[in-house]
Each structure stands twice: as structure tokens, then as C-alpha cells.
């Protein structure tokens, strides 16, 4: 049943909240595409392309890149074949800006977004799960070094390298709460009034939000 449904699906939350993980989970269980602008800019990065290396010089300040660079990457992308069933967005929109392209662009295809899944979780917890966050060099998977360990330190479990973010230290983790609050929050109340969004709390074990947020997706189809 879940295969027939089109799902159309943005995560918001703060940096930590959970959405890279959550949305990793979903993939597998939908079997649609999670989008992740923070995993392309990354890879970008390590392609050591132009964007990549125009990305970092905002990402290690924990700003934004700008607008129309972060449109052009998502329309590309959800236009593409293998989203035509569907897709999940994390992290991405970040800033009215966004999500108001974003909306364009759906309404060019005669399409809307089906869920705004917001996970609520409180700053300092988002804080702290920066701070012990790892991920894989290969395959992008997150741990945390006492929250959700990896089976064998330093490795993932498909044997790969974890690392530490370049923008998970304090300072910068700091910098990305204050933009979020100033550039991202406005979101709530913008999907709020199109009475798609859905607050999960963020703060249970990864399976139990994990269920909640399932359960948010699936509800009256
Ligand atoms: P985001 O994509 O929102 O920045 P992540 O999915 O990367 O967040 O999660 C941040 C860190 O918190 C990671 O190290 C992850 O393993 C850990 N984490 C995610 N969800 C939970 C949870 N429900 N409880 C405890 N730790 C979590
Ligand atoms: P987190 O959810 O942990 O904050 P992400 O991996 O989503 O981290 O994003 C990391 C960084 O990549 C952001 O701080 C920002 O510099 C850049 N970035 C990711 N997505 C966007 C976006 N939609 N708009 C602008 N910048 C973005
Ligand atoms: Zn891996």
C-alpha cells in the first residue's frame, strides 16, 4: 500500500535534530529518495568541483549558501526520474526564500508538497547531539559516539572511515542555531497556514521517532 502513495515530504528541524537520520530510515521503509543538501554540498566538497569549493567558504562559517545556488541543485534533482515516485527534502528549505521556489516549482508540474514533518527538539539536546555526531566518509551514515555507536570504533558498518564534520565544532554549531532561528524557523508558521506541517518530538530513541514519524506520514492518506 505504502508503494502506490506519492510522498512529497520536507524535514525541518534544528541542526541535530535528527533529520539526516530520520530521513536515511525513511528511505529504506518508503522506498523513495531522501534528498539531503547538506550530504550534496559535501560531496561537492570532496569532488573538490567549484560549487563544492564555493560551498565551503559559507559552510565553515555556518552560513547559508546562497538562494539560487541551493534552488538550482534541488530542481535538477527532484525533477529527475528516479524522484518521479516521490522524494524526502532534509535540509532543505532552509529560508522563505526556498521554500517559496520550491513551491513553484511543484506547482509548474501540477504538484504540492504531501507533509512539513518538524522535529521539535530543544536546543541544548540539539547541541549535544552535535557534539558526539560521526559520519561515514563513504555512505553518509551518522552515529553518535554514545548515543547510537558504530559497531566498531571509528568504522561504519560498511567498513568505511567515520569522520567528524567540519562545521560540528562548537563556535560553528552555535552560529548554525542563530541562522536557523532567524532563517528557518519563519517555515513553521509559512506550512503551518497550508496546514501540512507535523510537530514530532524529536527527544525519544531513534526507533520510537522513527515510528511517530511513519505514523505522521501514513495517517489519513
Ligand atoms: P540533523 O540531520 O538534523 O542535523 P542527525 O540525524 O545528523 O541530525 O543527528 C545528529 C546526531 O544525533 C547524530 O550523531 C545522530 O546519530 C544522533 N541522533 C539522531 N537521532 C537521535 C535520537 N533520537 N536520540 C539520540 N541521538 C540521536
Ligand atoms: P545540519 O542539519 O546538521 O545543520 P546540513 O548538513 O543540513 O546540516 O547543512 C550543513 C550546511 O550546509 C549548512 O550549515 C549550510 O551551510 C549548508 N546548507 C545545507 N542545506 C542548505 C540550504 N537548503 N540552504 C543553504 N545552505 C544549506
Ligand atoms: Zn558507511
Given amino acids: 500500500m505504502v508503494g502506490e502513495r506519492e510522498f512529497r515530504v520536507v524535514l525541518l528541524g534544528l541542526p541535530g535534530a535528527g533529520k539526516g537520520t530520520q530521513g536515511k530510515l525513511l528511505q529504506q521503509t518508503l522506498g523513495i529518495p531522501t534528498i539531503s543538501t547538506g550530504d550534496m554540498l559535501r560531496e561537492a566538497m570532496n569532488s573538490g568541483s567549484e560549487l563544492g569549493r564555493m560551498a565551503r567558504s559559507y559552510m565553515q562559517k555556518g552560513e547559508l549558501v546562497p538562494d539560487s545556488v541551493i534552488v538550482r541543485m534541488v530542481e535538477e534533482t527532484i525533477g529527475s526520474e528516479r524522484c518521479a515516485k516521490g522524494f524526502i527534502l532534509d535540509g532543505f528549505p532552509r529560508t522563505y526564500e526556498q521554500a517559496k521556489a520550491l513551491d513553484g516549482v511543484l506547482e ?114
Fill in 108 to 221: 509548474a508540474w501540477g504538484k504540492t508538497l504531501t507533509k512539513v514533518l518538524y522535529f521539535n527538539l530543544p536546543e541544548e539536546e540539539a547541541v549535544r547531539r552535535i557534539s558526539g555526531r560521526m559520519a561515514c566518509k563513504s555512505c553518509q551514515r551518522m552515529y553518535h559516539n554514545l548515543f547510537n555507536p558504530p559497531p566498531t570504533s571509528g568504522r561504519c558498518e560498511c567498513g568505511a572511515e567515520l569522520g567528524i564534520r567540519e562545521d560540528d565544532k562548537e563556535e560553528t554549531v552555535r552560529k548554525r542555531v542563530v541562522v536557523y532561528r532567524s532563517q528557518t524557523l519563519p517555515l513553521l508558521e509559512y506550512y503551518g497556514q497550508k496546514e501540512i506541517l507535523c510537530a514530532i518530538d524529536a527527544s525519544p530513541t531513534i526507533e520510537n521517532v522513527q515510528k511517530e514519524a511513519l505514523k505522521a506520514l501514513c495517517a489519513n492518506a
